[in-house]
């Protein structure tokens, strides 16, 4: 049986999405059946990685009633990844679409759900695939709890913002504990001075531990080049020999540890 | 068949009878003690349902919240079903789903001689959709 996986953060542009992305390239790269989703209804941004501009069905209508969740997937194995098969969901990015998400009532949130709950069977088992990859909206909000009441595994990703490290924790304290979800956190963009140093590496997973109480899946520095190429390029699929794609060869293996 | 042969799946059925009504009685009971810890005010809001969302999940005291979960991503169950997920007992699985029936976020539905329990998303589409058709 199969995985999901959702990518979440407390705050926006801890780099959710290129982590996502990467990861599901990575996996598909091993060979393995992957389906990434975009469940940030209020700030979709698959799209424009993959340059979707129209879709017959969106992630929108699947959650809506008004179509399988198959015929919202958009296969990207013969041009995206080397080996393996990666599916792409897509939310609609158009601004009714987005307003119109933000409206739902409590019931439609209840429904929906029972459509992510139901993923488990029509993607893991009868799709076989072999992961599923929630990329989700930040914070507290339906669309993004809804995502991890869904998964197996969540990962809270966190930069070194004070800010984000104190909502963090709360967000932890106050929800995953709650829903008893297989958790482990990332730290990204750490400054690379401090990860350089083993000395003071180890000191700074002691403290995250600490005070998250989660296992630390892995502190990613921050890569320069990454932030230069804007969100254009798949590095596990074009560049994986970048650090950034070995470091996330230990997340994928931490995250069968969880 | 021979006659003790008989007798004995006789008793067997018997028996067997015996232990689906003392279930159900069990089950009754179950119910009554809910009613009683809720006292009088909730009978009045038995009939009023309301919505299992994430939010409400969140609300709930953890050892409803644990049933509850299981039971949307079960999508309908058993009180036996619903144990053998969160590994408590069928009788303390059975109190909570009631207790769940009675504060309206769940609905049960007796069929044949097992009760089955399911958060009632279906009705809520019909619903929508017949509200859609008319508009």
Known sequence: MGKIIAIHSYKGGTGKTLLAINLAALYANQGKGVCLLDLDFRAPSLQAVFKVHNAEYWLNDYLNGVCEIKRTLRDFSQTHVKRGKLLVGFANPGTEAIREMTAKDRKWEMKALGRLLSLKTSLLNDMQLDYVIFDTSPGLQYSSINAIVSADVALVVSGMDISDIKGTQRMIDELYDLFEKKTGLIMNKVFAEILQSKTHRADLAKQLMNSYNLPLIEMIPCFCDILKTGGTTIFASENPEHPFIKTLDRVATQIESL | ?135
């Open chain 2, 1 to 135: 068949m021979t006659l003790p042969r008989r007798l004995e799946q006789s008793s067997a059925s018997i028996l067997q009878k015996i232990k689906e009504s003392l279930d159900r009685l069990n089950e009754k009971m179950e119910v009554m003690i809910e009613i009683q810890k809720q006292g009088h005010s909730t009978q009045s809001q038995e009939s009023v349902p309301d919505v299992l969302d994430v939010m409400t999940l969140l609300s709930l005291p953890d050892h409803l919240r644990k049933t509850a979960v299981t039971l949307c991503k079960l999508d309908q169950a058993t009180a036996d079903e619903v144990a053998e997920q969160t590994k408590r007992a069928r009788a303390v699985e059975s109190g909570y789903l009631n207790q769940l029936v009675l504060m309206g976020y769940v609905k049960k539905e007796r069929r044949g001689r097992k009760a089955y329990f399911f958060v009632d998303r279906e009705k809520e589409e019909k619903e929508a959709n017949k509200a859609w058709e008319k508009s």
